[in-house]
């Protein structure tokens, strides 16, 4: 008799316990909820913003520094553009420069850690003495250095923060994939003929997926603030693309008179890195992750 019934139904079983998990952790419900609205209000948005159409250049000079009210949620800015609208599409570019930065930075990472832990001798030795270098640098200073050298757009600013994001990765992989390499489990594929391929990354990468999961999430925050604080400096995306970091440092000229125009996008940010941090922290309770660095 088969056995996949069995399999698939404890796959269930553990599936509903660890969602039962999660739900009864509200922090990582309220962080789940937020990034979902989060994802959800990026998705849709041409379809919810009242004034889509003041995303681009358009301007409004008789609605210049109007106050946040049932016409203008988040009120206008100093060219009379609706500031709710504008914070909106910013939010997707802010969920768009995460997704492609970490896209990069996660594989890569992963894969070196990997190599790394595993295969020890110099190929540990090129690996890890290469990420120790680049972890010497601090990461909103190498993505300064690369935008300031590079004209600011969209393209640059992800390849100025993707340039040392790999390397936190690959610390945490190496780290846990030479704890797994010493387990009976790893010696017992190798006594029975499995290909380094299959040990790699049917044995030893699932053993790394919950801290994976875990880094990224709390990764996600973190690239969003460093991408807004290279549009605030003017080395990040450039206007009139809606930005959150550029709204605030167009904003700031006018504090405090007009504070929605800084104040509004700003906690636009804090909201989702909030989310993302709350996640993180829900699925390292979840998933039993002691530290992730």
């Known amino acids: 008799m088969s056995d996949a019934p069995v399999i698939e139904a404890e796959r269930l079983s553990n599936a509903y316990q660890n969602w039962y998990r999660f739900s009864r952790n509200p ?12 994802v959800l209000a990026a998705i849709l948005a041409p379809w919810i913003t009242p004034h889509p159409e003041h ?6 000079f ?12 988040f009120g206008t800015d100093n060219v009379g553009r609706d500031i709710f609208s504008r914070v909106i ?35 540990e030795v090129l690996i890890m003495r290469v990420t120790d270098i680049a972890l010497a640098i601090p990461p909103l200073v190498m993505a300064l250095a690369v935008a300031a050298v590079l004209s600011p757009n969209l393209i640059n600013s992800l390849l100025a923060i993707s340039a040392l994001w790999w390397t936190w990765h690959t610390r945490l992989i190496y780290s846990i994939t030479k704890q797994i390499r010493a387990q009976e489990f790893i ?3 190798e006594t029975l003929g499995a290909s380094k391929f299959h040990i790699l990354f049917r044995e030893i ?3 790394c997926v919950s801290a994976i999961a875990v880094k990224t999430s709390l990764d996600c925050g973190f690239v969003i603030l460093v991408g807004a604080s290279l549009s605030f400096l003017g080395l990040g995306i450039q206007p009139p693309t809606p930005d959150l970091g ?8 006018f504090l405090p008179d007009y504070w929605w125009e800084s104040v509004l996008p700003g906690s636009a940010i804090l909201f989702v890195a909030l989310g993302f941090n709350l996640l993180g922290d829900g699925l390292r309770d979840l998933f039993d992750v002691q530290e992730v660095r």
Request: with cysteine.
């Open 27 to 38: 922090t990582a419900v309220i962080g789940a909820a937020i990034v979902i609205i989060c």
């Open 62 to 73: 008789r609605a210049r520094h109007l106050p946040p009210s049932g016409d203008f949620w």
């Open 205 to 207: 990468l699932p053993n």
């Open 187 to 189: 010696e017992a594929a």
């Open 89 to 123: 599409f910013g939010m997707r570019i802010s969920l768009l420069l995460a997704l492609v930065v970490l896209g990069t930075a996660v594989p890569i990472g992963t894969i070196l850690g990997i190599l790394a832990g595993y295969f020890g001798g110099w190929v």
């Open 246 to 253: 550029t709204m605030v440092a167009q904003g700031a000229a």
């Open 55 to 60: 995303v681009g250049a358009a301007v409004n």
